[in-house]
């Protein structure tokens, strides 16, 4: 699901290396030393109104909601699919492209990193469903791009931004995962804000006079928050329009609860908007990482895969808010019974459509995605990786299943069959297709409005330190439990 890297990427060298002084003279306010040197060039109009779309919640209404880069989950299969159904976000971003640390020997810089850069990533790749937008869900897909060598990082950006047409470039300095971080990239670079700093810069030298924006998504830290200041004035120093926390370290990886009070540091420091990410998994939790933290916007990943009606339950219950006065309604009595309903309607009333249609609809379209081959559209696949029929079968069943581990876990009317959906086996004869209506049985029958889970909880990988896999314990206890309770009956 990542650009296909055709050279070895290489560690960062460390900064020891580096002039100390830029980061410094930037924050000073000396245009040679930051990326503004870049702004005498005239700029056209932004591709999208960023500006806007913040003040939309300052203003009282719901701030911009934003589907998370999520690599191997949030593919293009994933966002299609939730576009198509049940859409309600602002905006999505492409999971990263990978961006070599060096270029191999006799290797063609322009011709290998445009295809780094575009490999799989089209802009207009939501626009073309066509169907059921409204203006404001009409957006071009931002681009994210993942290294630790800024010149390089700088030309890809650039490709994205003129070639690609791309309306935003983020900066991932948040992926955790070892293969990642032991080769300088990801969250690695927060162990040094000069690297945060020149990467940012890159970015916004390659996008410079082409009306793309420039942003970052971060953790709070590496192994610890003691960089986290440095690192987020590095970011809006090197001429990140916004950026993005997510409140757990490197080391944290996915366990344990968010730290919002991050977020709120975030706010408070930085001139630039703050988006919050982290265990937002509901209408309350969206309010109340708003109300702690004044974050200009919230971001969602695993919890939009647990409940694919979140973005609209959110949205309606700000619009819902407004009606009612304001900050007070989530502590009335109206919005008590609204988040505890559970009679199958969308949340406050939509009369249009019941939730396990809703329900329903999504995952249709995103076994359309799924089962239209292995290959995306826009990518390149070697023939000798091409699936044959019966790992094509499989690899149905796993992206039916890679859902599902989400959708059923944490809801309470269908944690009881999540045993019977993750065992399905191909060997075995299972199919994809008698799977899936099986799934939309269970749907229609036993669904019921999530509950609040820490749904990172669920993934395999869950602890980064010293590569422990110990994420899986909560999705195991769960997966047990209802294997037992499928036995019985």
């Given amino acids: 699901s990542c650009a296909v890297s055709a050279a070895r990427a290489v560690p960062r060298a460390p900064s020891a290396s580096r002039s100390p002084t830029r980061l410094a003279a930037a924050r000073d306010g000396d245009a040679s030393a930051s ?80 295809g780094i850069a575009l490999n799989g990533y089209a802009a207009d790749e939501l626009l073309l469903l066509g169907e059921d937008f409204s203006a404001e869900e009409r957006n071009l897909l931002a681009a994210q791009l993942m290294g630790s060598n800024p010149d390089l990082i700088e030309q890809c950006a650039k490709f994205l931004a003129t070639e690609g047409n791309a309306p935003r470039v983020d900066l991932n300095c948040g992926c955790p995962a070892n293969v990642v971080t032991g080769k300088g990239a990801g969250s690695s670079l927060l162990r040094d804000p000069e690297a945060v700093y020149d990467c940012v810069a890159a970015v916004s030298r390659g996008v410079a006079g082409t009306g793309c924006a420039v942003s970052l998504k971060l953790r709070s830290g590496y192994d610890d928050r003691g960089l986290l200041k440095e690192n987020l004035l590095a970011a809006q120093a090197g001429g990140a329009q916004f950026v993005t926390l997510h409140p757990r370290t490197r080391r944290e990886g996915y366990t344990g609860n968010a730290r919002w009070e991050d977020i709120a540091f975030a706010v408070d420091l930085l001139d630039v908007p703050v988006v919050g990410n982290g265990d937002v998994t509901s209408p309350a939790k969206a309010f109340e990482l708003v109300e702690r933290t004044n974050c200009a916007g919230v971001m969602i990943g695993r919890g939009a895969v647990q409940d694919p009606l979140i973005f609209r339950r959110i949205k309606a219950a700000f619009a819902e808010r407004r009606r009612h006065g304001g900050e007070e309604f989530e502590k009335s009595e109206n919005f008590a019974k609204a988040e505890t309903e559970r009679d199958g309607a969308f949340l406050f009333g939509d009369e249009d459509e019941n939730e396990p249609a809703a329900i329903t609809r999504f995952l249709r379209a995103f076994a359309a995605e ?33 859902v599902c ?85």
């Avoid at 699919?81 to 492409?94: K, M, N, V, Y």
């Avoid at 089962?371 to 029929?389: D, Y």
Wanted: with cysteine; charged share 30%; hydrophobic share 35%.
């Fill in 35 to 114: 990326s503004s040197s870049s702004s005498a060039v005239p700029s056209p109009p932004p591709r999208r109104d960023y500006a806007s779309l913040f003040a939309r919640g300052a203003e009282g209404g719901c701030p911009p909601l934003f589907l998370a880069p999520m690599e191997g989950l949030g593919d293009r299969r994933l966002r299609r699919a939730l576009a198509r159904s049940t859409g309600g976000f602002d905006e999505a971003c492409r999971e990263f492209t990978r961006v070599p640390g060096a270029l191999s020997q006799g290797a063609k810089p322009e011709k290998l990193l445009r």
């Fill in 370 to 402: 799924a089962f239209a081959g292995e290959a995306l559209p826009g990518t390149r696949v070697r023939a000798s990786k091409r699936l044959s029929v019966s790992d094509l079968e499989k690899f149905k069943l796993g992206k039916l299943k890679q």
């Fill in 405 to 489: 581990k989400y959708l059923f876990a944490a809801n309470p009317g269908l944690t009881p069959y999540l045993a019977e959906v993750l065992t399905a086996d191909a060997d075995a004869g299972a199919d994809a297709e008698a799977t899936l209506t099986r799934i939309e049985r269970l749907v229609e029958a036993h669904w019921r409005p999530p509950e609040d889970v820490l749904v990172d909880a669920f993934s395999m990988r869950a602890g980064y330190e010293r590569g422990m896999r110990d994420g899986g314990k909560a999705l195991q206890s769960t997966f047990v439990a209802a294997k037992s309770r499928t036995e019985e009956e």
